[in-house]
């Protein structure tokens, strides 16, 4: 095989390909964040399960994101970094009922670290996007809505999820 | 921004980097597979909870499994589809007492497609890797074992994995 760089390039193009850019349709949030382009293909940081509601979560970020995470670096989080938190309502595996699997899409939320655009919020951006439709979550303050769970972990840079072990 | 076609490659080199090789250093697998070089980088297909034994897992695929996912083209996946499971022991959350969070890796499951070189085992191969370390399992007969459960859901392609909804 030709190893030449453009061939490699031409190679990583294909494990991350553009995503079609429906997701941009999606209203703004109420901070100005608007749904990041190519989300889906972001790489994994953790997964999670959640007793009050019952859900399941993938949480995701990008690259800046995932360097930090790899590096361990996450307290702070870099400029940058987007995270985003995939949250399905969980439901018992019709195939293996010891399994709990994902439902249907409730929200995707996204934390965007941004220490002087966001400096009245932590440094972090909060915006959520409700459904497949991705529907902007805008009733009320949104950004307090957040900070009044994500402001337990301050001390954590604002951020309850820790990087999941990976080999 | 100069909107090149290489400009955009280099933009997408970014976003999925090759790894390290070490996992390389893993031994093969019983049927032969050696642990896939970056599955770290793959895209996600869904999460689940399993209550016999408290893990919660983290279920990726490459680039074939990710087309065929996304597609809807999952029974049967298609020859070159890998899936992995990470299986990570849970934890309550030490800020959140109402979430489920991971706790160390137990073992990263892989299912490589290939009709032809695992006919044997319904189309699939089946290997496992334990721990940071990467130790292959060994013990027994490993492929038997795997098909004992699955081979509960031949019918959806020896798979228990639906993706998740994704928009």
């Known amino acids: 095989m030709n190893k030449t760089p453009l061939a490699l390039l031409l190679a990583l193009a294909v494990v991350a390909p553009p995503l079609a850019a ?3 349709m999606s209203a703004p949030a109420p901070n100005g964040m608007t749904v990041p382009v190519g989300w889906q293909n972001w790489r994994l940081i953790a997964v999670s399960q959640r007793s009050d509601g019952d859900t399941l979560r ?3 970020g990008n690259t800046v994101a995932i360097d930090a995470a790899r590096s361990g670096k996450t307290n702070p989080w870099p400029d ?3 995270l985003v938190k995939i949250n399905w309502k969980q439901k018992v595996s019709e195939t293996f009922p010891a399994a709990t699997v994902p439902d249907h ?3 995707v939320d996204f934390m965007q670290k941004d220490s002087q655009k966001f400096a009245a919020t932590g440094g972090w951006g909060f915006a959520r996007w409700l459904g497949l439709e991705q529907k902007v979550y805008d009733k009320g303050d ?3 809505e957040c900070l009044g769970c994500h402001g337990m972990v301050k001390n954590q840079d604002y951020v309850f999820t820790h990087p999941a072990p990976m080999p």
Chains 1, 2 share one sequence.
Do not use: F, K, M, S
């Open 22 to 24: 429906e997701t941009q």
């Open 58 to 60: 993938g949480i995701l």
């Open 105 to 107: 899409l409730i929200h």
């Open 142 to 144: 949104v950004a307090q």
């Open 80 to 82: 940058g970094a987007i």
